[in-house]
């Protein structure tokens, strides 16, 4: 029996005004994410790369379509077949450009609260946090507050955070704009061993055509229509 994916869309479509000020910021867009597979989102700023990903993240609903999320309907055009914020902190990890850390906190609290917040024990919280920074290899600035990390190791904390409730969905929004070359090449190369070793569908919303090459698939997004891009055809 076939694994059900990590998400589904299945003719998501989002339009904002009417009339004569409507715009369509996404159109029937359709795509699959299996689990374990790390996916690219290319595309022009305004094209409707997050307008899909706040949708397909149960955060914007679209105006009509489906999202699945582990083979679970889980919205239906604005409808919602269950409740989206429970589900969210359960299932789907966020990551965006910027870190988003609590500043008055470590490193490690930082990682912990995400899992409090979700009913999971402080002795759980703690243990979970330090073996995700001991794998991202953050664990020696864990009493680090974030204003003292540079920004790939708070990118790294961030990662840390969205997958300390094992989520089958990781998503990230230009996770390395604030990145130099080689930093952004380390969190690329880092959500590609988020799916394999850790089972999560990726997606990764970008503008940055330098590391590609991580990516299974590449779909790119113009007029808020998404196209996948054959392999021999991806911008490098």
């Known amino acids: ?44 700023s305004g ?25 679970q309907q889980v919205m239906d055009g604005p409808a919602a077949a269950t409740d989206l914020r429970a589900f969210r902190r359960r299932h789907i990890g966020f990551v965006f450009q910027k870190a988003n850390l609590i500043p008055f906190l470590s490193a490690h609290e930082n990682v912990i609260v995400a899992m409090e917040l979700n009913g999971a024990s402080p002795r759980a919280a703690r243990a979970r946090a330090l073996e995700l920074m001991r794998e991202l290899e953050i664990d020696n600035r864990a009493r680090y507050r974030p204003a003292m990390l540079s920004g790939g190791q708070q990118q790294r904390v961030a990662v840390a955070r969205a997958l300390a409730n094992h989520p089958s969905l990781v998503l990230a929004d230009e996770p390395t704009a604030a990145l130099d070359s080689r930093r952004g090449r380390q969190v690329m190369e880092l959500f590609r061993g988020v799916a394999q070793e850790h089972g999560a569908g990726v997606i990764v919303v970008t503008h940055d055509h330098r590391s590609l090459d991580v990516f299974d698939t590449i779909y790119e997004m113009e007029d808020g229509a998404v196209t996948r891009l054959p392999a021999d055809h991806a911008p490098r």
């Open 1 to 44: 029996m076939n694994e059900p994916a990590a998400i589904e869309t299945r003719e998501l479509t989002k339009i904002y005004g009417s009339g004569n000020t409507e715009v369509v910021a996404m159109h029937n867009v359709s795509l699959t994410v299996r689990r374990g597979e790390v996916v690219a989102l290319l595309g022009p």
């Open 47 to 71: 094209a409707g790369k997050s307008t899909f990903l706040t949708a397909a993240g149960l955060i914007n609903p679209p105006s009509s379509g489906q999202v699945f999320i582990g083979g």
